[in-house]
């Protein structure tokens, strides 16, 4: 399906921004250069009449992107975000995307529910309320369980939703090969992997089972965060299309003049927000990769909790390890350590200079220290990242897009709350308390003890396996060999016996 008809879509796109007026909104909002305003104004204007007309209650930007679909929308609530990037009117604007968009009908969320759970939703809660949040994918009903009483938010998935998702995740794979066959350079960057990647992140937010699965995860991961909470699922009343999870009191993330209002620190809330992610992400390798100020509320003891577990994020330990030295590197303003960091994972090919490298990330790094956040054009300090990794054959890597994306929103979370906020002294205890625990000796200590569990339990197959490896380099060894047969084995026995030995001797100390 991803042939030349997308090319209709991604016109259409235009045509509805020029249609709604939102076009020049969107180019002012965030300065985009003379020349891409004329050649967007240019791809845009001539077919503005098939533009969508969109709902004209809403603003200018919010009533496009709704109106193009929950692809557009997904991007719109980033952006809502980073002010910094789209200026704090249109970051305004853009918010309603998180959890203010029109519901669907209370019949329609009633027959989702019965058909997914077997009984109608009479029988199930006691109490049932009209919509008090609709958002791209799914809106949220507040309940009472029939059976406990217990307060409980039911999520339900907007009908014909993966049939409206599949349409926008078509058009993109075919922009994305587009680019790659129109600009070779791009290829680098993998557009395409980029697009598979986020397909599957999407499509894993439309079965609800998946959603449960993840709360009950996080739920368990962050059980001892100090100042952090997490709403468990109810098992028997969530399915593919419906997930039922603890009600969430609080007044939400994105409301800083309430949060003021009760009291709360939100100084506090934008250090916390932060260094919260980042030890999910870092310590254990799980963590929420959509937190956005709608999915966030602050309960009225303070303690900040999350919801709406659609999309998360998992790093493999020595990803983890490669990304906690590269922001230590940028910390410490080592850059040439975290120049060799990238060298050392594979990031950048071996035959560049690590010197140039370094010089590169210097400029990248020095002006972050020393300067108020709000000085700081994160626009450009992206655009300058972009031209050292094209100068240095970086290619993306799609494993770190979800982390380095959410990185991003998380960063703008916390600056809605706290304008001033440095980023790099706010992560640096976090970061810190990683590496001493997890590069240092305690480290190397649990490695150890790892590797001998293993080595305990391949125990009693080593006679076997030595004894495979002893006949596979003999039948290696040609028979004129200048040097004897034996002393060839011998070559590969004693070191795979000595390793045996350590490893045996390392469990038994274990």
Known sequence: MRGPHNIWRLIRTGATFERTGAMNVALEAMDVPPRLRVLARVM???FKWIGYKGDPALPPVTRAITALGPAYIKFGQVLSTRPDVVGPELADQLRVLQDKLPPFSMNEAKRAIQNELGAPVEDLFSEFSEPVAAASIAQVHAARVAETGEKVAVKVLRPGIERAFRKDLDAFHFAAAM???LSPASRRLRPSDVVKHFEGVVMGELDLRLEASAASQFASTT?????FAVPEPLWHLSAREVMTLGWAEGIPLGDVDALKAAGHDVIALS??????FLSHALRDGYFHADMHQGNLKVAPNGDVIAFDFGVMGLIDEYTRRV???ILMGFIRRDYRRVAEVHFEAGYVPADRDVNEFA??????????FGMNATHISMARLLAYL??????FGMQTRTELILLQRTMVVVEGVARSLNPSINMWEVAHPVVEKYIRENLGPQSIVRSLGR????????????????REVLEGQAKAVPEKSPTPRRYKVLKVAIPALLAAGIGFGAGMWF
């Open 271 to 276: 250090e916390r927000v932060l260094q919260l």
């Open 223 to 227: 059980k001892d965060d100090a100042g």
């Open 386 to 391: 972009f031209e050292v990794t094209e100068r």
């Open 44 to 46: 845009g204007w001539p």
């Open 359 to 368: 010089l590169a990330l210097r400029a990248v790094g020095e002006p972050i």
């Open 451 to 466: 590797a001998a569990q293993v080595m305990i339990q391949f125990g009693p197959r080593f006679p076997d396996l030595l």
């Open 323 to 325: 990304y906690a030295e």
């Open 179 to 181: 680019i790659e066959a």
